[in-house]
């Protein structure tokens, strides 16, 4: 996965063009709405006064792609909008970013970012992409799937010994995987988020992504998650098209919420007032910071211009709240998971 994504001469975000927009290989939620980014900006705003409007407030999104997210929330907040950084491992999703918080607020990575953010760390669709290892439950424990050679010289998954951590992750986040079944084991994820919430002094870290509880996913074990995504739809086995395609998997946000609950209590700043971890569905977040409002103000002024002679505008209007609904289809975008990590 590592390879196939980060690769800098051949990986699928380092040396291709941008990925989530339409002309990409995939669409998000801040590239289906724009209300995705002024929803957050709500959160953000609310945090930022929890925090009694600290000096140096600052939002950052890791893996920001289009920087779609950002515009959203930065046109909410206006003349409040705080100091924006964007994170991409994509050169081409680095550039738009320039564009958009200026090129000194651009870097690559997580690590890249100031030591010390007050504010909001936010990373949608990114964790999925993090490196997981294959685990596959034998009669006797955990054994481990490698990429290694095929007879034919190919690409194959060959079985190796389980490590201790990889067992011991499978174990605990999936539990009655049956014989043959296959976890994705998600160290990589968990690191990711242990370190985002080692830089956030005070704030809120939010991972939205799709996945579920370990219970939920305990049903697609007999095959797995993984899977590839290519121009917009289901791409081939990942080892036949490596660079050509994005390699994903679901996120156990079990296995996260465990992460988070631990960083947070490890945190100097963790037991503060309003500090915890939170897994909600992204319909239920979405409508906690008002979108069903939102959605509601819509139709009614659509209705209003359906009463007039404004077509064109009626349509633009309406065009705007499915949109918006979309991000909250219980099946679909509404499915997807936030985690809310806060601390200080
Ligand atoms: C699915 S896109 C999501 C883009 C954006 N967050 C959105 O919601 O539209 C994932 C983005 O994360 C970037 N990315 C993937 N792995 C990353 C990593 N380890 N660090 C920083 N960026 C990463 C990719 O280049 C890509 O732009």
Redesign the pocket.
């Known amino acids: 996965m590592a390879a196939c ?2 690769d800098a001469e051949g990986g699928f ?2 040396a291709g063009p ?4 339409e002309a990409g290989d ?1 669409l ?4 289906v709405s724009r209300w ?1 980014g002024r929803i957050i900006a709500r959160h953000v705003a609310a945090e930022r006064e929890r925090l009694g409007w600290p000096e140096g407030f600052a939002v950052a ?6 920087g ?2 950002l515009e959203g929330l930065r046109a909410a907040l206006g003349d409040d909008a705080p100091d924006l950084w964007a ?4 050169p081409a ?1 680095r550039e738009r970013l320039a564009a958009i918080v200026g090129s000194d607020r651009v870097v ?3 690590e890249e970012l100031p030591d010390e953010i007050v504010g909001v760390v ?5 964790i ?3 490196p997981a290892s294959l685990a596959v439950r034998t009669s006797s424990g955990w054994e481990e799937r490698w990429v290694g050679q095929g007879e034919a010289g190919d690409l194959a998954l060959v079985a190796a010994p389980a490590r201790p951590e990889v067992a011991a992750w499978a174990d605990a986040y999936a539990p009655g995987t049956p014989n043959g079944g296959l976890v994705e084991v998600q160290l990589a994820a968990a690191r ?1 988020l242990t370190a985002a919430l080692e830089r956030l002094a005070a704030g809120t870290l939010l991972v ?1 992504d799709y996945g579920g509880t370990a219970e939920e996913l305990a049903p697609r074990r007999t095959r797995g998650t993984l899977r590839t995504y290519r121009a917009h739809h289901l791409g081939p086995d990942p080892l036949l098209a490596p660079g050509a395609t ?1 390699v994903t998997v679901d996120v156990n946000f079990t296995a996260m919420a465990a992460v988070a609950e631990a960083a947070v209590a490890g945190a100097a700043a963790g037991a503060a007032a309003g500090a915890g971890v939170e897994l909600l569905r992204q319909d239920d977040y979405l409508a906690r910071w008002g979108l069903r409002d939102v959605v509601a103000e819509l139709r009614r002024r659509e209705l209003e211009l359906a009463k007039g002679d404004q077509a064109m505008a009626r349509l633009a209007v309406r065009a705007e709240r499915t949109d918006a609904e979309t991000l909250l289809h219980p099946r679909g975008l509404g499915d997807f998971r936030v985690l809310v990590a806060t601390v200080g």
């Open positions: 994504l980060y975000f380092t941008l990925r989530s927009e995939f998000t939620s801040p590239e995705f999104e890791v893996g920001a792609g289009s779609s997210l994170a991409d491992v994509s999703a690559a990575g997580l936010i990373a949608n669709e990114l999925d992409n993090l990711w939205v994005d």
